[in-house]
């Protein structure tokens, strides 16, 4: 049933973007998630945020993993892949593509979340997360 309203809930998000031309914003996004988990957009916490980007978990293979880990304790530096592969800053204030684009948004949480937590992060988490980097400067 939560799956399901999950899944529904996602799908409005892509059609909305959909229609709108992609045009997503950290605002816009905060909003959906909020109400996907069902709470006021007031009750997004951005300390939570920044305690899901720096928490480190064991990975797959033992290794202690987390968001900071290849977005840099800094979210507004350039980060790298484990493989060294450069990454832009995923903070807005100083990379502006950021959270403008919900599918793309979508698809990295998904990923991300499984490889730091080995689950999806939940709407709560992810809307605290966009709190946390949309105050971040
Ligand atoms: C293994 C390295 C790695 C880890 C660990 C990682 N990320 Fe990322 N992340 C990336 C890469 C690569 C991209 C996509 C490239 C890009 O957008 O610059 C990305 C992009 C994103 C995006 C897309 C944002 C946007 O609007 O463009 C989000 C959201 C994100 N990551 C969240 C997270 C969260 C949450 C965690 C921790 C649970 C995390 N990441 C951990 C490598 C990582």
Not at 78 to 95: H, Q
Not at 101 to 118: G, I, P, S, T
């Amino acid at each position: 049933m939560i799956k399901h309203m999950v899944c529904s809930g996602l799908a409005i998000l892509g059609m909305a973007s959909a229609m709108a031309g992609a045009a997503d914003s950290p605002a816009s996004l905060m909003a959906q998630y909020a109400q996907q988990a069902g709470v006021p957009v007031s009750a997004l916490a951005a300390p939570r945020g920044a305690a899901l980007y720096r928490t480190e978990h064991a990975g797959r293979n033992g290794q202690a993993v987390s968001c900071a880990g290849c977005h840099t304790a800094n979210p507004t530096q350039v980060g790298r892949t484990r493989v060294g592969k450069r990454i832009e800053p995923l903070a807005p204030a100083a990379n502006p593509q950021r959270f403008t684009d919900a599918a793309k948004v979508e698809k990295w949480f998904r990923r991300n979340c499984q490889d730091v937590l080995q689950r999806e992060c939940s709407a709560q988490e992810k809307g605290d997360f966009i709190a946390w980097l949309s105050q971040v400067k």
